[in-house]
């Protein structure tokens, strides 16, 4: 019998697992499902943290493998404040209220975090690019702070690139190629038994 890794990722969000779709594509001998479920997030500035206790949580819910992301916005001239908190500073100050506050330099980096998780291994793969916040939003609602971040070499926001673009340079393509090699090894190592 042929080995078959089932792994569920757990989001509300359908925009994170429209991206993740397209960097995980296909790998033989794993599945990977949608899991929409809410899962708590504890506040810290350590996004690798983060993720991998949303991955803990996850996991107690599903009692399968899971995959859960995590991102961040650290903005430099606030000391790489909001970080994993972003979330939370958009919804409390708003993005644009983030744009005017961000200082002359505007320098900022954004992070992505992706764990998986089967009840005994924990393994977490980082993507960070490095970039500026925008005067103002501009592009269309994908997330809400890729319509204030460009990153580094660009002239548009992550929300005013199409998918792909976004795709082949993101902080969430770096992370989840990452773990892309890692369910391959799982997959290749299994079915060699």
Not at 22 to 32: A, D, E, M, Y
Not at 64 to 91: Q, R, Y
Not at 105 to 116: D, L, Q, S
Not at 136 to 156: A, C, L, N, Q, T
Request: aromatic share 10%; charged share 30%.
């Amino acid at each position: 019998m042929k080995f078959m890794l089932q792994v569920y990722f757990a989001t509300t969000n359908r925009n994170k697992l429209e991206e993740a779709k397209r960097v995980l594509g296909f790998i033989p001998g794993v599945k990977i499902d949608w899991k929409s479920i809410d899962v708590p997030e504890i506040q810290s500035l350590d996004g690798r943290k983060v993720v991998e206790e949303k991955a803990k949580a996850a996991f107690a819910k599903v009692k399968k493998p899971v995959i859960v992301e995590d991102t961040s916005l650290s903005i430099m001239s606030w000391n790489g404040f909001p970080g994993p908190l972003i979330a939370w500073a958009v919804k409390t100050m708003g993005i644009d209220k983030i744009c005017r506050l961000s200082g002359p330099k505007r320098t900022a980096k954004a992070e992505a975090c992706v764990t998986y998780y089967d009840g005994k291994k924990l393994k977490t793969f980082c993507g960070s690019i490095n970039g500026r916040i925008a005067i103002r939003p501009r592009g269309s609602r994908r997330f809400d702070w890729d319509r204030i971040f460009i990153p580094e070499g660009h002239g548009k926001t992550f929300a005013e690139m199409t998918l792909e673009e976004k795709n082949r340079i993101s902080h969430r393509m770096k992370a989840f190629a990452g773990m892309r090699k890692y369910l391959e090894e799982i997959s290749v190592q299994k079915s060699l038994f």
